[in-house]
């Protein structure tokens, strides 16, 4: 089901990709823009911005633990993902932004920090991902996160299963120090 997903979003980005007219609003330019910016607060680390892209009252569909519900509660998640992972790097595939979605296929590579997730301390990971934002008076309100479960899979050690792996995140996000 998740290849399904997967592969369905990448048909959606790139058939639409070839109707979209190399001319954007400049409504979809600042929305583009404003999730470009997101993706690259992970680089630097720098989370101090977030409220001048994500609606104060936002949900990110795609949390660790499921939903995450407001800005306070996305930047804690942000902050708990730069304590497990590392020297984030994205580099877009394609990109397509309307005045009210930005859809950003990224080749995304991080390094872990911590043993968490299947991996160990120093292990890179590469994965595709398709990032969905939905935008509301020039702020992303809401947010879904789409990774190939091949990528997924490869994070996972060969003896780990979804039991242990759910075991390592939720054991990371109770540390005092991710938050």
Request: glycine letters at 6%.
């Amino acid at each position: 089901m998740k290849k399904l997903v997967f592969a369905t979003m990448f048909a959606v980005i790139y058939l639409c990709s070839y109707g979209q007219k190399s001319s954007m609003s400049s409504t979809a330019q600042k929305n583009l823009a404003s999730a470009r910016a997101v993706v690259k607060m992970f680089e630097s680390g720098d989370y101090s911005k977030m409220g001048d892209y994500i609606a104060a009252d936002a949900i990110d569909h795609s949390g660790m633990q499921g939903e995450v519900k407001g800005l306070d509660s996305i930047k804690a998640m942000f902050n708990q993902m730069s304590t497990m992972m590392g020297n984030f790097k994205n580099e877009p595939v394609r990109e397509l932004a309307d005045d009210e979605y930005v859809f950003q296929w990224l080749k995304e590579t991080s390094t872990a920090k911590t043993d968490a997730m299947g991996m160990k301390a120093g292990q890179t990971m590469t994965m595709d991902a398709i990032e969905v934002s939905r935008f509301s008076n020039g702020k992303i309100v809401e947010h879904w996160s789409f990774i190939n479960a091949a990528d997924a899979m490869k994070m996972m050690q060969p003896n780990m299963n979804m039991k242990q792996w759910e075991s390592s995140i939720v054991n990371v996000a109770r540390e005092p120090a991710a938050l």
